[in-house]
């Protein structure tokens, strides 16, 4: 019976596999494997002893309930998966695991699922960030009202709001290249890191199963990789999320039935409430945000686990067991999520439009202060006349403009065509070059990667 929501309600089939157990035996399977490969190939052990080894290191010939049966009986996980595997392998299983311990097959293994995960990840990052590249040139143009501090500022435009996420995702990806480097690395080194079961052929064997299994080597461990390797990825699938957290909360913002400028797509069948039926509820935005959190929690238990005793404790093993697997499938549900919301945003242009102009002008002060200082009036003094100008049409509900109009100061320096020419969709800078230049740099990387 399911009890964690990973195992029912999130993630994907597909990142969902990689971390079930029979998956996550395979991968152990698959390094004593190539263990016992490269003791062949230097002699150590018979050829034949390899292949057979080889041919029986899978879930078909060493079950799940098998290994588990053992680990009850012994209390030791990875000598339950040696013991299984042994029983398989008959007379040859005399070979297995030779030279090696428990976590040089585990953090290799770990490897193995890590890397599988971070394909998935890197793939959906990747769509996320082909969609946002057509919304940012698609609404390049769309102009809104921009917001600081939760107040109406001056003019943006959507296309700028899709190319701040679409530049953060590109960041995402540039990451991830870069964390493979280091993320991606197995061990093969002994009890305590000096490779001393292995004889001379230390640095051979490692090379040899590391080559085989597609992995970097360590260059140094004790009795684990180092675990700044795997804070690392926890803090990389954590900034992710909080990406993604960023844009769900944005979506929320805008789809508050006061402001209505975007909404994320609704069913046709799809129930907002079990007793309002009207509501129209941004679920998948507020389950990306909520499940973030976790995500970030995770983190700090993976910073702790990098301290630990002398050449190795067990306290960072029951934590990965569970942070692992519960960060990479969570994130899986919020990348696909986002996905979902992005694909079918649907946008309220009249909403855009009424909020754009629902403060009476007061957002084009700042525009008004640097006409009047373009004409010759100090800076300091225009910013004062026109936050007392802000300030009275605020108190009386008029049109800023229109009181300004009325001011003395400013037409001894403001033409009423100046005045005329002060309109939200005249201020919007160079918003629209500048996600120009980000889709460009967005497309030189796309072609770098060869798509």
């Given at each position: 019976m399911a009890v964690h929501p990973i195992d029912y309600r999130y993630g994907s089939g597909e990142m969902r596999r990689i971390w079930d157990e029979e998956n996550k035996l395979q991968s152990l399977l698959d390094v004593e494997a190539a263990l016992a490969r490269a003791h062949a190939k230097l002699g150590d052990i018979p050829e034949e002893s390899a292949r057979v080894i080889s041919e029986r290191a899978n879930t078909e010939w060493v079950r799940l309930e098998r290994v588990k049966e053992i680990e009850a009986e012994i209390g030791h996980d990875i000598m339950a998966v040696v013991k299984a595997l042994s029983e398989a392998c008959g007379e040859h299983g005399k070979y297995i695991h030779l030279g090696s311990t428990s976590n040089d097959i585990i953090d290799t293994a770990n490897a193995l699922l890590i890397r599988e995960s971070l394909e998935i990840i890197e793939k959906d990052l990747k769509k996320l960030r082909s969609i946002l590249k057509e919304l940012a040139r698609k609404h390049k143009h769309t102009v809104c009202?921009?917001?600081?501090?939760?107040?109406?500022?001056?003019?943006?435009?959507?296309?700028?709001?899709?190319?701040?996420?679409?530049?953060?995702?590109?960041?995402?990806?540039?990451?991830?290249?870069?964390?493979?480097?280091?993320?991606?690395?197995?061990?093969?080194?002994?009890?305590?890191?000096?490779?001393?079961?292995?004889?001379?052929?230390?640095?051979?064997?490692?090379?040899?199963?590391?080559?085989?299994?597609?992995?970097?080597?360590?260059?140094?461990?004790?009795?684990?990789?180092?675990?700044?390797?795997?804070?690392?990825?926890?803090?990389f699938l954590a900034i992710v999320a909080s990406t993604l957290d960023k844009i769900a909360l944005e979506v929320r913002n805008l789809q508050r039935t006061e402001i209505s400028e975007v909404s994320e797509p609704f069913g046709k069948r799809q129930v907002g409430s079990s007793t309002m039926p009207h509501k129209r509820n941004p679920v998948r935005s507020e389950k990306v945000s909520g499940l973030a959190r976790v995500l970030y929690s995770n983190v700090i238990p993976a910073l702790l686990n990098n301290p630990l005793w002398h050449e190795r404790?067990?306290?960072?093993?029951?934590?990965?067991?569970?942070?692992?697997?519960?960060?990479?499938?969570?994130?899986?549900?919020?990348?696909?999520?986002?996905?979902?919301?992005?694909?079918?945003?649907?946008?309220?242009?009249?909403?855009?439009?009424?909020?754009?102009?629902?403060?009476?002008n007061l957002i084009m002060a700042e525009p008004l202060m640097l006409k009047l200082a373009e004409k010759g009036m100090g800076r300091q003094e225009a910013h004062e006349l026109v936050r007392k100008l802000a300030m009275k049409a605020f108190r009386e509900d008029r049109d800023l403009l229109a009181v300004a109009k009325e001011n003395e100061g400013i037409r001894e320096f403001l033409s009423e065509e100046d005045l005329a020419s002060l309109k939200p969709e005249n201020y919007i800078g160079l918003a629209p070059k500048i996600v120009d230049n980000v889709i460009a740099f967005i497309e030189e990387k796309e072609r770098e990667e060869g798509l």
């Open positions: 009202i921009g917001r600081t501090h939760g107040q109406h500022a001056v003019p943006t435009t959507y296309g700028m709001k899709f190319a701040i996420w679409l530049d953060e995702v590109q960041r995402h990806l540039d990451r991830l290249n870069e964390l493979k480097e280091r993320v991606l690395v197995g061990q093969m080194s002994g009890a305590v890191g000096t490779m001393a079961s292995f004889g001379d052929k230390g640095f051979e064997i490692q090379k040899l199963v590391m080559e085989d299994l597609g992995l970097k080597p360590a260059r140094i461990s004790n009795q684990v990789i180092q675990r700044d390797v795997y804070a690392e990825l926890m803090a404790d067990l306290t960072n093993s029951s934590v990965e067991r569970v942070i692992l697997p519960e960060s990479f499938i969570l994130l899986d549900e919020m990348l696909k999520s986002t996905i979902t919301v992005l694909s079918g945003l649907e946008f309220f242009p009249e909403n855009i439009e009424r909020n754009l102009h629902m403060t009476n």
